[in-house]
Every structure is written in structure tokens, then in C-alpha cells.
């Protein structure tokens, strides 16, 4: 079995979201008639694009934070973080869709599974640092 199934699982989450979620801007395109390169005219195609993007720019940040709080504090934890990630992410969405003013709890779950794996990766590095 692998080292690190729950922070696999989240990881591979986290993958098939994007996808689903880039799948949604395609469908977008073609439902609304919005063809490449053009990134508006339809609020519908900017909402799934918006969600799209932010999701990938969120990425760049939760999958390195992920792996260094596996490494540091168990798989456990991070399967945990990144589960609470993805469901503030799927809220995120679920919100931005049905009006963009109602994405904020889905974006403040995410953002605090985000920073307190990422303070913890921290605080833990350091205590190692410093206690050998």
C-alpha cells in the first residue's frame, strides 16, 4: 500500500474537481456560443471560467502545502485537509454559479484548510529545526 493514501485521495480529488470544473467552461462555451479565444459575453461562461480559474490558482498553493503537512504532521491530517479544502471548494462553485456574491463561505472553508495546514507545515518544520 502507498505511504500516503488519504493525501493521494485528496490529491487526485483536487485533479478530478479541476477537470470537472474546466469540462463546465467547455460546455459553457458551447451552450452560450463564446468561442476561443473570447473570455466573455456571457455571464453564465464567465461564472464557470471564474471558478475554473480561481480553482487553479488555488491549486498552486494547496498541492505543495498538502504534501509538506503530509510529510510533516500524517497522511491522516492532510486527507483531512484536503477533504475540508475540496469541500469549500465545491461551495466555492455551488455559490459563484447561483450568484457570485454567495461564494464567500465556500472560499473562507477552503482559505482556512489552506492556511492552517500551511501554518502547521510551518510551526512544525520549525520545531523540528530547533529540537533536532
Known amino acids: 500500500m502507498a505511504a500516503y493514501p488519504f493525501t493521494m485521495l485528496g490529491t487526485l480529488g483536487a485533479v478530478l474537481m479541476t477537470i470537472i470544473f474546466m469540462a463546465r467552461v467547455g460546455m459553457a462555451r ?6 476561443a479565444p473570447a473570455m466573455s459575453g456571457s455571464e453564465e461562461f464567465e461564472r464557470a471560467n471564474r471558478v475554473h480559474l480561481n480553482t487553479v490558482e488555488q491549486m498552486v498553493l494547496f498541492l505543495p502545502v498538502l504534501w509538506i503537512f503530509a510529510t510533516l504532521a500524517g497522511d491522516l491530517y492532510a486527507g483531512i485537509g484536503a477533504l475540508v479544502w475540496l469541500i469549500g471548494r465545491v461551495l466555492y462553485s455551488q455559490g459563484y454559479m447561483a450568484d457570485p456574491g454567495k461564494r464567500e463561505l465556500g472560499f473562507m472553508i477552503g482559505g482556512v484548510a489552506l492556511l492552517l495546514m500551511f501554518l502547521g507545515s510551518t510551526g512544525l518544520l520549525v520545531w523540528g529545526l530547533f529540537t533536532g
Do not use: E, L
Open 30 to 35: 458551447g451552450k452560450t456560443g463564446i468561442k
